[in-house]
């Protein structure tokens, strides 16, 4: 199972939607836009995440949004990137761009 795992990190387009997954959850639309490529080749990179068991989705009417399995997987999935390479001074600016983030989905709940 590891080596599905780090194969499913090892391309630089699945851990783009890795690493925005981690914020937040997104729709497949959402994520085009952030990984800049088509539908299709997203909808690859969501099936080889979702079968190396990283994410998860769910349906709303007739939308699919993906997110992060579970806690567990966040944090390693955070320590493994960090471990990569991420330095800690990216960390404090990823923390105010969640917080927007959140704040700007609890404003459109309302």
């Excluded at 990179?45 to 699919?64: C, E, Y």
């Amino acid at each position: 199972m590891n080596s599905t795992i780090f194969k499913a990190l090892g391309n630089d387009t699945r851990l783009l939607i890795v690493q925005n997954l981690m914020i937040k959850e997104h729709h497949v639309t959402d994520l085009t836009t952030l990984a800049r490529k088509d539908q299709t080749t997203v909808s690859r990179h969501l099936s080889t995440l979702t079968n190396a068991q990283l994410i998860t989705q769910k349906r709303v009417g007739r939308n699919i949004y993906y997110k992060i399995t579970n806690t567990q997987t966040k944090n390693w999935l955070e320590c493994a990137i960090e471990h990569k390479g991420e330095s800690k001074t990216n960390k404090p600016l990823r923390n105010k761009i969640e917080n927007f983030l959140v704040k700007q989905e609890k404003n459109t709940d309302e």
